[in-house]
């Protein structure tokens, strides 16, 4: 939706007019609405809280919602005053906030964090905190309203860093100047203008190591340009190794001989030994990568940047596993995961894991791996990892012949039914063929009475009313946040799929989800897809269902970066030849129509399947990483359907994180949707992981629509066409 823009700051007296109007409101907010309290002509009956203060019905005023059309037609003024005479706190903090989000430059320091003050835990406070922190050291506000801000919080974003340094400076305190400098010098992310405007007013401060440390970090993020830029202030030894590390990061030819021709010191330096590593890796030399990586320490805070590392260590630990890799390999495999370095966050987790399945699956030490597991399910922080973390202390317990303990990790992972670990917790503990029950998603009245009366509840509905359906996404993570039981969230989730349907509300449990808050109910909803006519090869309801929720949230008008579209996000070219094979009537035009859309993609999905054997797995490999995948893996990993490797193995096997999370997801919406469409076709997850019928080559329908992957680490998905690139706005229109 197109936002009318005001004039800039200055610019014209209307403006003056709209911020002294909100500013107004903004510092007699609590007293209107008290003194409305005791007025006998409000616009809508209202609650009163213990505080005196009115909380408008659940149900929004006609006044809230004129507010907040106005408001989203850029008529602040207008928008102000109605939402005054509303008496509605919520359709008061929701038109600033429509002011906030879509004139951020405008706003200023003050107005940011006086409704920021008001209004905790509202839709963008983190988006519109880095905007207060950049608006301070933009506009160069006073130290003692800078000392003052960061009196209260830290630092997070660079602005908000020189900010502070600037207001230490001011002060004396040099030593804190350059702490907060050094902190942003050292980020890779920091852009040539602003490195431009910390060199002119900082540069007194930094020393030949902060640049050194530049130059170094931009390696490690692959800014190769920038570093060669930042090695222009170090001596000409340095401007050398980042021209080299240069062709190490890209994987060039003959980049390794100019690696050795550098002197010994700098061939030391553990950013060049990250570009060495990296060059092995993309040019498949693992064996040279690995020994790289075995010469690094194994402490996060001694390598320069840990997570770059780990990256490495990640793809090359994976990569080491095969079955043409010999027990050094493996031992180097182990060794290379089990030295992440952290303590914490999804390095630690992802590095335990990866440490404690090599042990007990590559190396058959069963001891070593249970240490592994269970440090993983001490900092597992999602359901998810808490699953993976349990099914396999279950696996390690069973290869040391300990079946009681191996059985309760099983009972503990299983509870977690929505769950690709659970699900296969639960076929160890003799549930592979009972269906998963999903708790029911009503609320308590009680529940739906203290969700109504909260004002982010109600500021949404006065945006359903008022709005389209992106001006709501972005209240879905600040509900997560505001609410912390399943009751609230269902009733919470009720309100949303009212006024968003299946896509919102499966965004919204994954939302809940990441806050370990089980609204499962709604995260896999029945009623998500119109019916649609079977044409080609059957496939089963229960499937394009599970790959309609992974590929577009069953959104029908989603579309990608690359132009696939709809429910079953289809490429136009592959829709065509899809309807040619199968003599249906097809117009381009018609492609975004959800019956024809998930006609066309089951019919494909059925196709797919069948050219791949009757194998789900191998099916999903082809549709997100390419068609050559499937046949490159088996033939590095093993065929799982002629029993030559466990299929639990091989898909977890998956060198591309993004494809093997993929498969996983797919997998487990695949047995919830059996269970709640189908529960009679219910069957255990390692029989839908064998499927398939083995055969010599794989053959892969023309009309595939999966492309080949472009690199060999892919993990983020494409976003829906059109999604906002700035700062605040790509928070808000379902973009993520």
């Known amino acids: 939706m197109q936002r009318a823009q005001l004039a800039p700051s ?81 359709a008061i903090k929701l038109v600033e906030l429509i002011y906030l989000r879509d004139h951020p430059n405008d706003a200023g320091y003050q107005r940011i964090l006086a409704f920021l003050d008001t209004a905790p835990k509202w ?130 030819k003959g980049a390794d001989k100019l690696y050795a021709g550098l002197p010994s010191a700098m061939r030391q330096q553990l950013g060049m030994r990250y570009a060495l590593a990296r060059y092995h890796r993309v040019n498949d030399n693992y064996s040279k990568a690995r020994e790289v990586l075995l010469g690094v320490p194994g402490d996060a805070d001694k390598i320069g940047d840990a997570e770059a590392w780990w990256i490495e260590r990640r793809i090359v630990a994976r990569r080491s596993v095969g079955l043409d890799d010999n027990k050094a390999a493996r031992k180097a495999a182990y060794k290379i995961s089990a030295a992440h370095g952290f303590a914490d966050g999804d390095e630690a987790v992802e590095g335990e ?5 090599i042990a007990l699956r590559s190396l058959n030490d069963p001891e070593t791996a249970l240490r592994h597991f269970q440090r993983l399910a001490a900092i597992a922080p999602s359901r998810t990892e808490k699953a993976r973390a349990g099914y396999w202390t279950g696996r390690a317990y069973e290869a040391m012949g300990d079946k009681g303990s191996a059985k309760a990790a099983y009972r503990e992972a299983s509870a977690y039914s929505t769950i690709y670990y659970g699900q296969l917790a639960r076929e160890k503990i003799g549930l592979g063929k009972v269906p998963e029950e999903i708790e029911s998603g009503k609320a308590s009245s009680a529940a739906q009475a203290r969700v109504a009366q909260d004002e982010v509840v109600r500021a949404f509905k006065i945006m359903t009313e008022a709005g389209t359906k992106n001006d709501l996404y972005m209240f879905l993570w600040s509900f997560a946040n505001r609410f912390d039981t399943t009751d609230e969230m269902n009733a919470v989730a009720s309100i949303v799929w009212d006024a968003g349907g299946a896509t919102m509300a499966v965004r919204l449990a994954k939302a809940a989800a990441a806050q370990n808050v089980d609204i499962d109910s709604w995260g896999y909803p029945v009623r998500a897809l119109p019916d649609w006519k079977q044409v080609g090869k059957p496939i089963e309801k229960p499937m394009v269902y599970a790959l309609a929720r992974q590929e577009s949230e069953f959104n029908p008008n989603a579309g990608s970066k690359v132009g696939a579209q709809g429910l079953m996000q289809i490429m136009p070219g592959t829709a065509k030849l899809i309807a040619k094979q199968h003599g249906i009537k097809y117009n381009p035009s018609q492609l975004m129509n959800p019956e024809l859309n998930v006609t066309l993609g089951a019919a494909h999905l059925g196709d797919l399947v069948a050219d791949h054997g009757g194998s789900y797995v191998l099916t999903l490999v082809s549709y997100n990483a390419g068609p050559r995948r499937s046949r490159e893996w088996i ?44 529960p009679k076709t219910v069957r255990p997850m390692t029989a839908d992981l064998m499927r398939g019928a083995r055969t010599d080559s794989l053959n892969v329908a023309s009309t595939s629509a999966a492309p080949e992957a472009a690199a060999p680490e892919a993990t983020a998905d494409a976003a829906p066409q059109g999604c906002a690139k700035s700062s605040i706005a790509s928070l808000i229109t379902g973009c993520d």
């Open 123 to 252: 839709p963008l406070s983190e988006a519109l905190l880095k905007r207060a922190e950049r608006s301070l050291y933009v506009n160069k506000e006073s130290s003692e309203l800078i000392l003052a801000h960061f009196a209260r919080r830290k630092p997070v974003t660079d602005e908000g860093s020189l900010a502070l340094a600037r207001a230490l400076l001011a002060t004396g305190d040099t030593k804190g100047a350059r702490a907060q400098v050094q902190k942003v010098w050292a980020d890779p992310e920091a852009t040539a203008e602003l490195e431009k405007q910390v060199a002119a007013e900082f540069g007194d401060l930094l020393t030949e190591d902060d640049n050194k440390r530049r130059m170094w970090r931009l390696v490690y993020a692959q800014e190769t340009n920038a570093a060669i830029r930042a090695a222009k202030r170090l001596p000409s030894e340095y401007q050398k190794a980042a021209a080299v590390a240069q062709k190490l990061v890209r994987g060039e």
């Open 353 to 357: 894991f990866l440490a404690g399945w």
């Open 635 to 678: 033939k590095e990993y093993g065929d799982f359907r002629a029993g030559q490797v466990d299929p639990v193995d091989w898909v977890e096997s998956i060198p591309f994180q993004e494809t093997r999370q993929y498969v996983q997801k797919v997998m487990q919406n695949l047995h919830v949707y059996r269970s709640r469409l189908a």
């Open 10 to 90: 200055g610019g014209s007296r209307r403006l003056k007019d709209v911020i002294g109007s909100f500013m107004r409101i903004n510092r007699f907010l609590r007293i209107s609405l008290i003194a409305l309290a005791a007025t006998t002509a409000m616009v809508t009956p209202g609650f009163v809280s213990q505080s005196g203060m009115v909380l408008a019905a659940s149900e929004p005023s006609s006044a809230a919602v004129e507010a907040a059309r106005l408001a989203l037609k850029g008529d602040f003024v207008a928008a102000g005053q109605a939402a005054q005479r509303s008496g509605d706190e919520a």
